[in-house]
């Protein structure tokens, strides 16, 4: 598959129902645990903001995808 094939089929499990409600949930969770209210300690502080970078990662995949297939040269 080539990277051209890779981006596009990406791109079409993006359009689906299915991914737009799996990232919706991941919103929901992260919003959920940036509460910084119920931390007990600094460990679950780390914990927490790992979980975080995670989730943002996942939630923003398709814009990251986008930003480095637009910066590649053709």
Known sequence: MTE???YEALKDTFMTD???LFVS?????????SNCRY???DKDLYYTKGKLAILD????F?????A?????PE
Request: proline letters at 0%; charged letters at 40%; aromatic letters at 10%.
């Open 4 to 6: 051209e094939q890779e």
């Open 39 to 41: 931390l007990k300690d």
């Open 57 to 60: 990662d996942i939630i923003n």
């Open 62 to 66: 398709e814009a990251k995808l986008d």
């Open 18 to 20: 299915g991914w737009k």
């Open 25 to 33: 949930y991941l919103e929901g969770d992260a919003e959920v645990i």
């Open 68 to 72: 480095a297939y637009n910066e590649t």
